[in-house]
């Protein structure tokens, strides 16, 4: 499995970018966000940080949203890889609800929605294989519907 799947990407942005993950041959998430410096790859500033998670901006955002967040996990495995869900310490778990409750309270948002993909993106609709999680407000209570790919449908 690539930690980079190009069928995925939202625009021809997103496209270029990840084309120069799959050439580093690297995961971007772990080189991004894992390593204690300033994102290489990600063009968007870690706007909090806890020790098993990054929470930034999405790049690119998803249409039509008016807050479209990126929450990533920067925990490593004992052998320097990135977590598989859900083998995450528990305290991993109780932070990720804590940067949900910040967000939620710094940015004001009435409602929102929040997905998290993990696994073989070939399933998941997920561009990149590494732990993370969207926190996404529309901020209209009616119109047209924001999309997020979670997946491919059970042939019949």
């Known amino acids: ?52 998670w990054a929470f930034t901006e999405c790049f690119p955002p998803y249409e039509g949203a008016k807050f479209s967040f990126l929450i990533v996990s920067k925990y490593l495995d004992k052998d320097g890889r990135h977590a598989l869900f859900p083998h995450l310490p528990t305290q991993a778990w109780q932070e990720w609800g804590e940067l949900i409750q910040w967000a939620v309270e710094k940015y004001d948002l009435p409602a929102g929605a929040f997905a998290c993909r993990f696994g073989d993106t070939d399933y998941t609709g997920a561009s990149i294989s590494h732990l993370h999680a969207h926190l996404l407000f529309g901020g209209a209570k009616d119109g047209e519907r924001l999309h997020m790919k979670l997946g491919y449908k059970q042939s019949t």
Request: aromatic letters at 10%.
């Open 1 to 52: 499995m690539s930690e980079v799947n190009l069928r995925h990407v939202r625009t021809e942005e997103q496209r270029a970018l990840y084309e120069k993950i799959q050439e580093a041959k690297v995961c971007s998430f772990c080189e991004d966000f894992c390593r204690g410096q300033a994102p290489t790859f990600h063009p968007n500033p870690v706007l909090k940080e806890t020790r098993y």
